[in-house]
Structure formats: structure tokens, C-alpha cells
């Protein structure tokens, strides 16, 4: 099973044990003020080599204060970083994973005041403020830079490094014609160009050991206007090999492009593997793939079908660390699953917040949980409600060593994450889901359903702790005319769910992420949809990511969308509001749909002063929120205890 996965392959002078390289990423979390690495940075890495990865990459490692892309980033730029970086790689290879450092200089796309490019020109998106041409003399020095960091690497004790030449960043700029406007030799001709890449390659080979593998991180399309495109990448592949680069990782996207570098759930599985399949064609080199790649037997048929030599997962092994270790038993249904959110990830690390997962708590805690012991005393839990919250909690109080049952009011576990994942796009919420209900049944967790929390069964089963995530509901709102309309009201769950159907013409009360998806839904079935959102931004609570794929498919449908909206009155068949200082009055409409605010369902909260168990809410029942922070309080709740 999943035997090509779990091939050794060779590269350059090394060999990895399996095809899986775990992804350079910007997590923003564990260097000191110097940005030298912490043992926050240090067991993040050690947890996910115990997991069995063949490669590992640390990200954002910077050649450069200049071009540091984050301000919480590991520096490569001095030697006072090397003992650190030394004591970190001492820890990672006892586990028989080849390491190494992504090299990187953000260029234009750097969160820093005083940015500097190949040309004066701003990035497309995202990072906003002027930027700088680089002179001829500080091009070379950058391309010195990268040797000089280069060298530390290998002085530290990494096996490699990869050099980030895609997703938009210093050495993408200088490749794409949008971003190198120059006429002097690093502009203009495919030639110039592609000069600073090579100076680089050379700079680093003259400053470290003659085999020391240097990996190339390239687009195979820009996916912008103008940009860096697959024909480029064929033809300068072979240019790379000759110059004796250990591998190519092919990739896409910039900031700003229309196929985002990091996609999100409504972007296909392996979404970039055609670009490393055309590659592949035209070196002998081995060659990564990468996007959105994330069951193992997927991974296991790329490398099968040559496809690519190496499959690159980074939010994968976020998600779970032993994500290979599993894989390789078979264990496929233990693994936890990635949903492709973007909003632990990159969407924190693009706030320069700390990267974390929403599905995975653990992300950053490692050095604190490295020593964590269960509990002496064994405890009986009784868990209220089984969706994301109730499992979540249910689960890790078993692992903790807890007896624990789960009571479900309903037939199905889930809760409205469940009907979430029938919008469309987001099928893969159900990941996580089928996650924690097949954990129950591995830890022998009972899940009762039709069963609700009651006084009687408190004192059946006499439990020393009572946790309520019994959720939310959606909260009607009180706006004149809502009430007395003849048209159809209902919430979005009625509408989701299938217990209510509407008509062709419906509004949708609410502009946040289940007013978005249930507008989504309503379009795809051939609505005519219109959106009043009474907020000044759509679906704030969302990953940008996950937004964007979700307002590009809202542009496509028939759908109207209004902010900063003020509602007048509803009408018989209508509404008149205002927005952006504009009177508006509509009419014809057969539905409206409430998607805007939610309460909690916490009414069994009542019965904690006829017991002597104590109660806890998490979850919804707690306070409507997202999900991460929904399983990040349901797994703290159960360590606590």
C-alpha cells in the first residue's frame, strides 16, 4: 500500500527515506528578538520529524534585513544565528529526515516601510507602500547575501537549501517581465532576467562544499498578467540542471494572481501538478510537486504516473504531524485532516499574527505540551451536543484517559457544520468531521442520539463534569415589516438543510460567511439572489483566501450583493433600504432568508444547580464564533480538567 510514496529516492547527494517534503512555511513563531530560532520553532519541526516526513524545510529563512518577509521569521543573514540553527538541527535529525532551509528575500511583496525590487514597481496585492529599484552594486550584494546564508546553513548542519524563486518574492521579480521593467543586463531579454537566479547558484556554490544540494522553489505560472509562464519554466529547467540544481519544486501564483499561491477548498486537489508533469518532461533531475495535495493514495498516484518525483504537503502536516507515519500503517483514517480553510495558516501569518491550524490547536504548543502527562484520576464526562465543539472536547478527554459519552439531540452528529458543507465548494468541512466520529468509535466514545440532556440522565449516569456544546441558532432579527410580509421567511439553516425550499427570487439578510454560502447555494440551484449586508466588509470572519474563491464564484451566479445597508421597511414583496448613501427600493421577491446573527443554545445550563457535576460551555453555546476557535476550546477545556 502506497508503496511509491514510501520509495527512497535520491537527490543530489542525499537520500530520502520517503516522496514526502513538508513545504517551506512563513509560520511567524519562534525566533527571539534577534529572529534567532526558539525551542517554540525547535519542537514544531521535532514533532513533525517524529511523524516521518522525508524532507522538511524551515520557511522564510532571510538572506537579507532588507528583505525579512515577516517581522517573526528565522534570520539567515548573521552568524550570531548559527548555534541556534546547530542545536535546532541536532534535535530534528536524530529522526532520519533530510532538513533544510528555504533562502528567501521578499522584494516588494516584504511587510517592511523601505521595500525594495528590480524595478520601482508595487506589488499587485496585499503589500501595499512604494518600493525601490536596486541598484547593479546592491544586486550583487543580495546575490552574495544568499551565499553567505547559504553557507551558514550547511555550517549549521542543514543538509540543504532551497532557493524561493515563485510566489511573486525578489527572485520571481526579477524573472517576470510585469515586475523587471530594467534595460540594463538584469532586465529585459529572457537572458537578463534570468541573471540574478544563476549569480545566486554561483555565489553559493563557491561559498559552500561542491555537493551541497541547492533545490530551486520556481513557478510554473505566474497566473498574472504578463507574468512568469510555463514556457519560461521549460525553458530555463534545463539552464538549472546543468547548473547542478538538486531538485525543481514548481509551484504558481503571486500576490495578486488569479490561481492563488495557497488555495483554498474550492480549488481542485493537485492544482499545480500539471505544471511539475510538463516540467518533469525536460529534466532528468528530480522534480517536487505541490497544491492542494493532501490523501495519501492521491500522492501515491502522481508519483506512480511520473508525474512528479516528490509530493510537497505544507498545511498537511500543520493539520497532523504523523500525517506520513499513518499513512505508511494504513492508519489512513486517523489522520487529521487539512479542510483548506487558509485561516490558521496563512491568513493569521498575512495579519503577522502566529501561524496555526484550525483543526490542529497544537500548532505553536509544542514546546509546551512536549512533556504533558495524563491525569492520575480517571474522570466521567458527560458531552452535550456532537458537533465539531461536542467531538472535539469528547475526544480529547478520551485520549486524556476519561470515560466519555456524548449525547445528540439529533439522528446526525456535526451541528451546522455539517449543513455548512452542503454549500458549494465546501464538501471538505465534512473531513473533519468524519474525523472526529470515527475517533469516537476508535476510543470507544458512545455518541446516544435523540437523546437530550436531562436531569434524569445526570443522575444516571453521574458525571463529575458536564460539557454543553449544544451550539447556536440563527437570531431574527427586529426590522419593521419583516413580520407582516407575505413573503416567505426562513433562516438559512431551514434553507440549507432542505426543510424549507424557496422560490426564484429570494434576499438574503446577512453579508457575513453563512450569508455568502447560503447565497452561493440559492444561486447554484438558479435563484436570483440578493445580498443585503448590513455590515461595511463581506464575510470578514473568513480566510482572504477562502473569500476570494467564494466571491469570484458569486460574480459568476445571479447574484447582487449590497454593504453598509440600513433597512427601511420590508415590503409585501420587497425592501427598501439604503446603501452607500443610496435609497433603494426593491420588489418582486418571493423569500427572505435570515443569515445574519446567531444565539446560543444553552438552556441545559439551567440544570447545573440541581447536580453537583459541573457544567462548561464551549463552543457555540459559549459565543457564535468560527471553528478555531471552537475545537481550539474544546481540546483546552478537556487538558484542563
Known amino acids: 500500500m502506497l508503496s511509491n510514496l514510501f520509495s527512497p529516492i535520491r537527490i543530489g547527494n542525499m537520500t530520502s527515506k520517503n516522496r514526502l517534503l513538508m513545504s517551506a512555511m512563513s509560520i511567524n513563531f519562534g525566533v527571539d528578538d534577534n529572529c534567532c530560532v526558539t525551542d517554540q520553532l525547535v519542537e514544531y519541526f521535532v514533532e513533525r520529524a517524529k511523524g516521518g516526513v522525508g524532507m522538511m524545510l524551515v520557511g522564510g529563512g532571510s538572506v537579507h534585513p532588507g528583505g525579512q518577509e515577516l517581522p517573526d521569521l528565522p534570520q539567515m543573514y548573521n552568524d550570531d544565528c548559527i548555534p541556534a540553527l546547530k542545536a535546532m538541527v541536532k534535535k530534528v535529525k536524530q529522526y532520519d529526515t533530510l532538513f533544510g532551509v528555504q533562502l528567501m528575500h521578499g522584494g516588494r511583496q516584504s511587510y517592511l516601510p523601505n521595500k525594495v525590487a528590480p524595478s520601482p514597481i508595487p506589488a499587485p496585492a496585499v503589500v501595499k507602500g512604494e518600493v525601490r529599484a536596486l541598484t547593479i552594486d546592491e544586486i550583487k550584494e543580495l546575490a552574495s547575501c544568499f551565499g553567505d546564508s547559504a553557507r551558514r546553513c550547511m555550517e549549521a548542519g542543514f543538509d540543504f537549501v532551497e532557493l524561493h524563486g515563485a510566489h511573486g518574492y525578489l527572485i520571481n521579480q526579477f524573472l517576470a517581465p510585469n515586475s523587471n521593467i530594467r534595460t540594463d543586463e538584469y532586465g529585459g531579454s529572457f537572458e537578463n532576467r534570468i541573471r540574478f537566479l544563476f549569480e545566486i547558484i554561483e555565489d553559493i556554490q563557491a561559498k559552500t562544499t561542491k555537493d551541497f544540494p541547492i533545490g530551486i522553489r520556481i513557478n510554473g505560472n505566474d497566473y498574472i498578467e504578463n507574468g512568469w509562464e510555463l514556457k519560461d519554466t521549460v525553458k530555463i529547467a534545463p539552464m538549472l540542471e546543468k547548473a547542478k540544481a538538486a531538485y525543481l519544486h514548481v509551484s504558481g501564483g503571486v500576490y495578486g494572481s488569479t490561481e492563488l499561491t495557497i488555495p483554498s477548498m474550492y480549488t481542485p486537489h493537485g492544482c499545480f501538478v500539471h505544471l511539475a508533469r510538463e516540467v518533469k518532461k525536460h529534466v532528468g533531475i528530480p522534480v517536487v510537486t505541490v497544491g492542494r495535495i493532501k490523501y495519501p493514495d492521491h500522492a501515491d498516484q502522481i508519483i506512480k504516473e511520473k508525474q512528479a518525483d516528490i509530493v510537497a504537503m505544507g498545511r498537511s502536516f500543520l493539520a497532523d504531524p504523523r500525517y506520513p507515519e499513518k499513512a505508511m500503517k494504513g492508519e489512513i483514517s486517523q ?10 495558516c496563512i491568513h493569521a501569518v498575512l495579519a503577522k499574527e502566529p501561524g496555526s491550524c484550525v483543526v490542529n490547536p497544537d500548532v505553536g504548543r509544542e514546546y509546551k505540551l512536549k512533556d504533558e502527562k495524563k491525569p492520575s484520576q480517571s474522570l466521567k464526562i458527560l458531552v452535550a451536543g456532537s458537533g465539531p465543539a461536542g467531538m472535539a472536547a469528547a475526544r480529547q478527554f478520551a485520549l486524556q484517559g476519561h470515560k466519555t459519552l456524548v449525547l445528540e439531540k439529533g439522528q446526525i452528529t456535526g451541528g451546522l457544520l455539517s449543513l455548512a458543507s452542503k454549500a458549494p465548494g465546501r464538501g471538505e468541512l465534512n473531513d473533519i468531521l468524519d474525523f472526529f466520529k470515527l475517533e469516537m468509535v476508535r476510543l470507544n466514545v458512545e455518541i446516544r442520539y435523540n437523546t437530550r440532556l436531562s436531569l434524569d ?72 439572489v440578493v445580498v443585503l449586508n448590513r455590515k461595511k466588509s463581506f464575510a470578514e470572519e473568513m480566510s482572504s483566501n477562502d473569500r476570494y474563491y467564494l466571491r469570484e464564484r458569486l460574480k459568476k451566479g445571479n447574484v447582487s450583493l449590497y454593504k453598509n445597508v440600513s433597512v427601511k421597511k420590508f415590503t409585501h414583496d420587497g425592501v427598501i433600504f439604503k446603501s452607500n448613501g443610496e435609497d433603494i427600493a426593491m420588489n418582486g421577491f418571493n423569500a427572505v432568508v435570515i443569515s445574519e446573527k446567531q444565539t446560543s443554545i444553552r438552556d441545559a445550563k439551567k440544570l447545573e444547580r440541581k447536580t453537583r457535576a459541573k457544567f462548561h460551555l464551549i463552543g457555540d453555546a459559549k459565543s457564535p464564533r468560527h471553528l478555531m476557535y471552537c475545537i481550539s476550546e474544546a481540546e483546552e477545556i478537556a487538558r484542563s480538567i
Open 457 to 528: 440522565l445526570i443522575n444516571e449516569i453521574n458525571p463529575d463534569k458536564v460539557i454543553i456544546a449544544t451550539g447556536s441558532m440563527p437570531d431574527m432579527p427586529v426590522i419593521k415589516g419583516l413580520f407582516q410580509t407575505e413573503m416567505d421567511l426562513v433562516t438559512n439553516v431551514d434553507v440549507i438543510s432542505g426543510k424549507e425550499e424557496v422560490k426564484e427570487k429570494v434576499i438574503v439578510l446577512g453579508g457575513g460567511m453563512t450569508g455568502l454560502i447560503t447565497a452561493d447555494f440559492l444561486a447554484e440551484q438558479g435563484k436570483k
Open 335 to 344: 489522520i487529521r485532516p487539512c479542510i483548506g480553510c487558509c485561516l490558521g
